[in-house]
Nanobody, 120 residues
């Protein structure tokens, strides 16, 4: 059974940094295409970033490009999201997700989420 667990959320001031981790169990992260999503209060869940399974290429939403970095550590079976230059509009619950293959495969596994709050 695959489980994803996010850690690393918290409260940070505008301009600060946070690093999120996603630990996978049941399968290795290298066997997945991994992604990060977020959901702010009163808004729909939105895409943040993903890392391709086949070649490790990374992709970002325009809103976070240049500030967030997704990476994968196969040895530790972790996926990271480093968030720099945080803004109040980055406040959301952040979710790690996994799919069996790259697009157009759908994300099948989801973590429980971790809260990120950016104060102004």
């Amino acid at each position: 059974q695959v489980q994803l667990v996010e850690t690393g959320g918290g409260l940070v001031q505008t301009g600060g940094s946070l690093g999120l981790s996603c630990a996978a169990s049941g399968r290795t992260v290298s066997s997945f295409a991994m992604g990060w999503f977020r959901q702010a209060p009163g808004k729909e869940r939105e895409y943040v970033s993903n890392i391709a399974r086949n070649n490790g290429y990374t992709y970002y939403a325009d809103s976070v490009k240049g500030r967030f970095t997704i990476s994968r550590d196969n040895a530790k079976n972790l996926v990271y999201l480093q968030m720099n230059s945080l803004k109040p509009e980055d406040t959301a619950v952040y979710y790690c997700a996994a799919r069996d293959s790259d697009f157009p495969s759908q994300y099948k596994y989801w973590g429980q989420g971790t809260q990120v709050t950016v104060s102004s």
